[in-house]
């Protein structure tokens, strides 16, 4: 049911006062505590419960204003292919429940949503309704579940994120968060499906979206430039969370070695180019959110 209280726009509101503070990695942090490299993060919320929290807690006391679910890969498909599609209400409404549990008041939890994992016809087998249908039905489990915003993210092709932002819109007023990951090539910023910031940036502000922007793949050096020029296309709220740097290959593993340090003053910059929330995506962790938060502070 849609409905239109005005707590529904708390999160928005603390957007408006000041910058906001996303949480950082969890794929990594899970990784760094066992999870292998075919389970399912999202298998966590029910194996591994008190470790899903932790993480939660840790990006909270770290000075996180909203953690985003562990739900990245929730939806019907993605389950599908690791043979949890029975679990998928479950896993979600859990994922809910554990950053919930660790909630300060006055802070938020956003439901995750990312890509759907299969290519929208004429590439792949399933038409724009049904990625749609598939996105409601996660985003529902999760509003049902209290969730404070929902926030799609690691999206690389605009048609599957209008499916999102639409199927999503369709069942909940709640604010949503839509962020791209952009490629850097010779001619500039590209989504995989070869898409423009100033496309994507136009036609999400057009259907709907809160809040804008992008994360993952570009390391925060490069998302300065990028907020740089989303800005000049859109005055709505924009979101960065960069990496942790460029990965590199180490004895088959990737590492993010970025410090903490030169990360919080890159978030420095992409606050002055635009950005109203800030966070980390893959290789970043709670030190990297304290940091941030420190020089947001002291920029003061
Ligand atoms: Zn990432």
Redesign the pocket.
């Given at each position: 049911m849609l409905s239109g209280s005005s707590s529904q726009h708390r999160p928005l509101d603390l957007v408006r006062q000041r910058v906001v503070l996303f949480d950082g990695?969890l794929g990594t942090m899970l990784m760094a505590r066992g999870l292998s490299s075919g389970e399912a993060p999202e298998k966590w919320n029910v194996a591994r419960p008190e470790v899903v929290k932790e993480i939660h807690r840790a990006y909270f006391t770290a000075g996180s204003d909203v953690v985003q679910t562990n739900t990245f890969g929730g939806n019907r498909f993605k389950l599908r292919d690791k043979q949890l599609e029975g679990d998928l209400v479950r896993i979600n409404q859990t994922a809910v429940k554990l950053a919930k549990e660790v909630c300060p008041p006055g802070k938020f939890v956003a439901g995750d949503v990312g890509p759907s994992g299969k290519l929208m016809a004429p590439l792949g087998p399933y038409g724009v309704r049904d990625i749609e249908a598939v996105f409601a039905e996660q985003g529902q489990i999760l509003v049902d579940a209290g969730v404070d915003l929902i926030s799609i993210e690691?999206m690389f092709s605009l048609e599957e994120t209008m499916a999102a932002l639409r199927g999503i819109r369709g069942v909940t007023n709640l604010p949503i968060f839509v962020s791209m990951t952009f490629d850097l090539k010779p001619k500039g910023f590209f989504t995989l499906m070869g898409e423009t910031p100033k496309a994507c940036i136009k036609t999400l502000e057009e259907n709907g979206a809160d809040v804008l922007g992008s994360?993952?793949q570009l390391g925060s050096r490069e998302m300065v430039d990028l907020i740089k020029e989303m800005r000049n296309w859109t005055t709505i709220p924009l979101i960065a969370q960069p990496?942790a740097g460029s990965p590199v290959m180490k004895g088959g593993v990737t590492v993010y070695e970025q410090p903490p340090e030169e990360f919080a003053e890159d978030i420095l910059r992409i606050v002055e180019a635009g950005a109203d929330v800030i966070g980390g995506?893959?290789g970043t962790t709670p030190r990297f959110v304290q940091e941030a938060r420190q020089r947001l502070l002291d920029r003061r």
């Open positions: 990695a690691t994360n993952c990496n995506c893959c």
